[in-house]
C-alpha cells in the first residue's frame, strides 16, 4: 500500500542531544513537508521541499535542519538549539507543488526531552 | 498576516444531529480551503477541498460551504455518528496558491455522543 512511513513513533531525548526523525513515502509525491502539532496549536511549517536536493524553512525552522537526497526521503534533524523540542511531528506530501491537492500525512512522531 | 481561525472549545452534540463547525480567515480570500480530521496520536487525513468559486460542496454526509463575503467557510456532519468524534482542520494556503504550504488553524474537536 502506498503512504507515508514516519518513524520512531516515540522518541526520548536528553537535552543537548541531536535526534534524526525518518520520513518515507512511496507515493511518488514531488513535495514534502514537515509540521510541528503543540497541544492547542494548528500544525506550524518547520521545512518544505519541492524537489530533490532542494528545500526551503517554513515558519518555525530555526533549531532544524534536514535534507531531500532522494525523492522518497525527508528527514528531519532536531538539533541541540531547538529551545523546545518536544512536541509531535509530523511529515506529509503532495502530489506535485503548485496544485492545490491534499497533503497525505504520516502517523507522526512524538517527541520528548527529558 | 494570513490566519486561520477554528473554534477552539469542544463542540459536543448527540448522535444523529447535524454537527456544524466554523472556520474564520483573515485577509484576502485564499483559492481555496481545505479540511482535514485528525484521531488522537495520529497524523491528519484529508477530506475536502473547496475552490473559491465554489458555494458548496458535498461528500457523503459531508458538506464544505465557502463564503467569501463573511471570510468563513462551515462543516456540517449531518446524521452524525460517535465514530465522527474526532478533531476536524481547517486550512488555506499560505501565500501564492502555488507554493502547496498550507496555514492550518488550530482544530475543533467534535464528540458525538451515543
Known amino acids: 500500500d502506498g503512504g507515508i512511513t514516519q518513524s520512531p513513533k516515540y522518541l526520548f531525548r536528553k537535552e543537548g542531544q541531536n535526534v534524526t526523525l525518518s520520513c518515507e513515502q512511496n507515493?511518488?509525491?514531488?513535495?514534502m513537508y514537515w509540521y510541528r502539532q503543540d497541544p492547542g496549536q494548528g500544525l506550524r511549517l518547520i521545512y518544505y521541499s519541492q524537489i530533490v536536493n532542494d528545500f526551503q524553512k517554513g515558519d518555525i525552522a530555526e533549531g532544524y535542519s534536514v535534507s531531500r537526497e532522494k525523492k522518497e526521503s525527508f528527514p528531519l534533524t532536531v538539533t541541540s538549539a531547538q529551545k523546545n523540542p518536544t512536541a509531535f511531528y509530523l511529515c506529509?506530501?503532495?502530489?506535485?507543488?503548485?496544485?492545490?491537492?491534499?497533503?497525505?500525512f504520516g502517523e507522526g512522531s512524538r517527541l520528548t526531552v527529558l | 498576516s494570513q490566519k486561520i481561525e477554528q473554534n477552539s472549545e469542544a463542540l459536543n452534540i448527540q448522535e444523529g444531529k447535524t454537527a456544524t463547525l466554523t472556520c474564520n480567515y483573515t485577509n484576502y480570500s485564499p483559492a481555496y480551503l481545505q479540511w482535514y480530521r485528525q484521531d488522537p496520536g495520529r497524523g491528519p487525513v484529508f477530506l475536502l477541498l473547496?475552490?473559491?468559486?465554489?458555494k458548496e460542496k458535498r461528500k457523503e454526509r459531508l458538506k464544505v460551504t465557502f463564503d467569501t463575503t463573511l471570510k468563513q467557510s462551515l462543516f456540517h456532519i449531518t446524521a452524525s455518528q460517535p465514530a465522527d468524534s474526532a478533531t476536524y482542520l481547517c486550512?488555506?494556503?499560505?501565500?501564492?496558491?502555488?507554493?502547496?504550504?498550507?496555514?492550518f488553524g488550530q482544530g475543533t474537536t467534535l464528540q458525538v455522543k451515543p
Open positions: 507515493l511518488n509525491h514531488d513535495a
Open positions: 473547496i475552490r473559491e468559486n465554489e
Open positions: 486550512a488555506r494556503p499560505s501565500g501564492s496558491s502555488n507554493t502547496g504550504k498550507l496555514i
Open positions: 506529509a506530501s503532495s502530489l506535485r507543488q503548485g496544485a492545490p491537492g491534499e497533503l497525505f
